[in-house]
């Protein structure tokens, strides 16, 4: 099949699930050799990570838990797009809540697909600097630890398995190779 039309055709579907931060979809789809097939899958909204560095070369990071996983993460500050919202609007707006930092510099990294066999979702990384502290406003329902490290030690926590969240992996690697 080397070079041959790989696409699958949407031929009906439906929205299984609905809820406020993304939707579940399940669809018949025609394959390429004409046969049907199911395909679930999540359409999101899209989000950005930021990738923020202090003037002394430090990084922000944040501790969560995600519940799916049943564990704490250290990540780079997130935040889902809104519908009015360009993704570097976002990126400032969820950098200033989740950690009271206003970036005075704004270098678009890249965007990745981090689960492109059942998801839409594309996450569009940051690189912030320039940074002025001002005061955080967490969402309702929003708890988190903000904290820094040097630079380096966040990389080598990532190279080294410390840090699994792809986003923050990715981000603090894209940063790395732009510094």
């Known amino acids: 099949m080397k070079g041959g039309k790989l696409t699958e055709d949407r031929v009906s579907g439906e929205v299984v699930y609905a809820g406020k931060f993304f939707e579940v979809h399940r669809d018949v789809v025609r394959l390429p050799d004409d046969a049907q097939a199911v395909r679930d899958y999540i359409r999101h909204p899209g989000a950005v990570a930021m990738v923020a560095l202090t003037a002394d070369g430090n990084v922000i990071l944040e501790r969560q838990h995600r519940y799916p996983l ?52 594309g996450i569009e990384l940051w690189l912030a600097t320039g940074l002025e502290k001002r005061e955080a406003k967490l969402d309702a329902e929003e708890f988190l630890e903000v904290f820094t490290l040097p630079f380096g030690e966040a990389l080598a926590m990532a190279a080294d398995g410390r840090i699994s969240d792809v986003k923050t992996i990715i981000g603090l690697f894209w940063a790395a190779s732009r510094r």
């Open 70 to 121: 049943g564990r704490d993460f250290v990540e780079i500050p997130a935040g889902k797009v809104d519908a009015d919202e360009t993704q570097l609007d976002t990126a400032k707006r969820e950098l200033l809540e989740e950690t009271g930092y206003a970036a005075a510099e704004w270098t678009r990294l890249g965007l990745i697909h981090n689960a492109i066999g059942y998801s839409d979702e």
